[in-house]
Every structure is written in C-alpha cells, then in structure tokens.
C-alpha cells in the first residue's frame, strides 16, 4: 500500500470523540502519561511498538507504544512521549515529526489519563535500550495492521470485549490497540473487519 497522511493530519487538528469500544475511558485526571505511534515515512510505513518486560508490576509483557508518565520538566505530551522513546528504543527526537495528539483516555489499571503523540521518522532499526523495561521492539507496516485477517476483537475474563491485533509474534489489545485501531480509523486506512469473530486474550499478556 501507499499510505496517505493528509486525513489523519487533518483529523488530528480537531480529533472527534471516539465512540465507546471497550469500556467508558473517560479522563480521571488523577496522573498523566503521553505514549508515542510513530510512523515511518515510507511508503508503508511501519509503526513502532515495544514489549513491556515480563517483570514490571503494571502492563508485564504486554505490547505497548513507547511513552511514560508526563513529567514536570518535559512540559507536557509531547515532550515526555520524545523522552520516553528516547529512553525505551533509542529514538533521536530530533529526527520525530510531530502531526497531532489524541484527546486522553483513562487506563484503569495504572489509574493513568494517557495521551497519545502521533508523529513520522524517517525509519530505520530500532533496539530495546534498557531490557528492565522493554524487552523487544517491533515495527509492523500499516498493510499488515490493516489486513483483515489479524484483526479481531479480544475478551478479557472479566467480561468486557475490545479491539485486538493478533499478529505472528506478538498480540495487541488493551489501551494500545484502541488507539491503533482510532488512528487507522482517522487516517481512512481501515479495511473492514470480523468483529465478531472474538478470541481470549492469551495468558502471557495477562500477568497483571
């Protein structure tokens, strides 16, 4: 595919609310976190994503967009998303092109408002800089994420359903696969998929 970002750049100058998918994940405005989806500029471009180490208390092995808590010195989103990649994969932040933000949405697990930073890079090899936190780092082109057959919608044990992404090495669900299916929503990249065809969320993405 040739991917287009004139749509997502336009939407993310007034991003519409997101119609419920999971659960009401109104901002608490307890803590605050900024977490980055990073583009390559490529044709297809990849999207950078890590797995969480399996020994963290919060989110253990699960897959994540880079970011963390908003800290005062990083004056806001996009400065600790750029921090937090930075530290995570490595990423030069000069080389980051900012397109937008998304409006917060509430983690109930962290008790976290996270927002999300939306950019492009050029692309390129990315490795985990410090293994205590990330333990591998996965790119995959929008043409995969976007393909029918690795979306579907997950079912926690505690009953509620949402968007989730199950791809050859890793599974997405959670708060970073509502965000990725909003952003190929907004970008116009969505293909149309199964939801119903709903499976459980495997164990190894549920330590916590």
């Known amino acids: 595919m040739t991917a287009d970002f004139s749509a997502l750049r336009r939407a993310l100058v007034d991003p519409p609310s997101r119609p419920l998918i999971d659960f009401d994940r109104t901002p608490r405005g307890k803590r605050s976190a900024a977490v980055l989806m990073l583009f390559s500029d490529r044709p297809d471009p990849e999207i950078v994503f890590v797995r969480r180490a399996s020994t963290l208390r919060r989110h253990a092995g699960q897959m994540a967009l880079p970011g963390g808590r908003i800290d005062d010195v990083d004056g806001g989103p996009v400065g600790a998303a750029l921090r937090e990649a930075e530290e995570e994969v490595g990423l030069t932040p000069h080389e980051v092109s900012v397109m937008g933000e998304l409006p917060p949405l509430w983690v109930p697990a962290s008790n976290y408002d996270v927002t999300t930073v939306v950019a492009t890079w050029p692309g390129g090899e990315l490795d985990a ?80």
């Open 129 to 208: 800089v410090d293994i205590a936190e990330t333990e591998s780092v996965h790119q995959y082109p929008v043409s995969m994420l976007t393909s029918a057959d690795v979306r579907m919608t997950c079912e926690h044990p505690a009953g509620f359903r949402g968007p989730a992404f199950v791809l050859p090495d890793s599974f997405i669900w959670g708060l970073t696969a509502h965000l990725l299916d909003w952003v190929l929503e907004l970008a116009g990249w969505d293909q149309g998929w199964d939801r119903e065809r709903v499976v459980p969320i495997p164990n190894e993405y549920m330590r916590d």
